[in-house]
């Protein structure tokens, strides 16, 4: 089992190799295209080996899918291809949110844990006379990937995570007004970052399931520096991936990310 964990920034990329590396110490530095991995190799609970390479790509879906795709795609080449690609970091959480009613899901506070069940590209689009149209909605492209839904669920129920919606935008939300505007376009939204659908994007394309799991250092809204709890979120992200990385090796995918398989069971390409 390969992983590519893809994270914006050097702290964000260090929080999470401490967490992995609590079961494993880091093997490697390896160069790849614009970047470098941090290898570790931290041992599964069951099934075959696991290997975890964790890459700072940059800030924004651009970044992230530039240094995802040629992580990829070296590793295609190399003919060891990653079984899934995680998009992981710190990122404002909605903390204030409408009563909860159909279609809405639990607050994501300061600190908390949370796993995307969708990663949707929010202000993928254009303004028109009637509010603002997704880019689907003029007939190109996508605005959302799903990650498999047994890992989902395996990693919220390990991390007390909560599951929604992660949105990914390249303006970051600085008013009242717009943190309302997106819940009303997307009301299942527990999250926003700068770079999951950029990571889902480019595994999209090598058909490698994706996955999002973000910490909350602030709330969606007006920008307030003094409430920010970065330090903590990046705690709480080590955290969290020395929870996640061993049930990683457990798990395989079918290429459409939609079933889950006993590690070790999957048939490998003529292998009848």
């Not at 401490?18 to 295209?33: I, S, Y």
């Not at 990829?72 to 060891?80: D, E, G, I, K, Y």
């Not at 607050?107 to 990663?119: F, K």
């Not at 990046?234 to 590690?263: D, M």
Request: avoid cysteine; hydrophobic fraction near 45%; glycine fraction near 12%.
């Amino acid at each position: 089992m390969r992983v590519l964990i893809v994270t914006a920034v050097s702290a964000e990329r260090d929080a999470v190799v401490r967490g992995v590396g609590a079961t494993a110490p880091e093997l490697a530095e390896l160069p790849v295209p614009g970047g470098v991995l941090h290898r570790l190799s931290p041992a599964p609970p069951t099934g075959p080996p696991l290997t975890v390479d964790v890459l700072a790509a940059g800030v924004g879906p651009a970044a992230a899918a530039a240094g995802t795709a040629a992580a990829l795609t070296a590793a295609a080449v190399a003919r060891t291809p990653y079984d899934l690609a995680v998009s992981a970091g710190i990122g404002g959480g909605f903390t204030l949110r409408p009563a909860a009613g159909p279609g809405t899901t639990t607050t994501a506070h300061l600190g908390s844990v949370v796993v995307s069940d969708a990663i949707v590209a929010a202000d993928l689009g254009a303004e028109t006379p009637d509010g603002f149209a997704a880019v689907t909605d003029l007939g190109f492209g996508t605005v959302e990937h799903l990650p498999p839904a047994p890992l989902v669920a395996a990693v919220a129920e390990a991390t007390d995570a909560v599951r929604g919606t992660v949105l990914t935008v390249s303006t970051v939300t600085g008013s009242a007004e717009r943190a309302a505007e997106l819940l009303r376009r997307h009301p299942r939204a527990v999250a926003e970052a700068m770079e999951g659908f950029g990571v889902a994007e480019a595994a999209a394309a090598q058909s490698v399931p994706a996955l999002e799991v973000r910490t909350v250092s602030n709330a969606v809204g007006p920008r307030d520096r003094a409430a920010w709890r970065i330090g903590e979120a990046l705690e709480a992200l080590t955290g969290a991936f020395a929870t996640i990385a061993p049930l990683l090796g457990t798990w395989t995918f079918a290429p459409e990310g939609t079933r889950n398989e006993p590690a070790g069971t999957r048939k490998e390409p003529g292998s009848d």
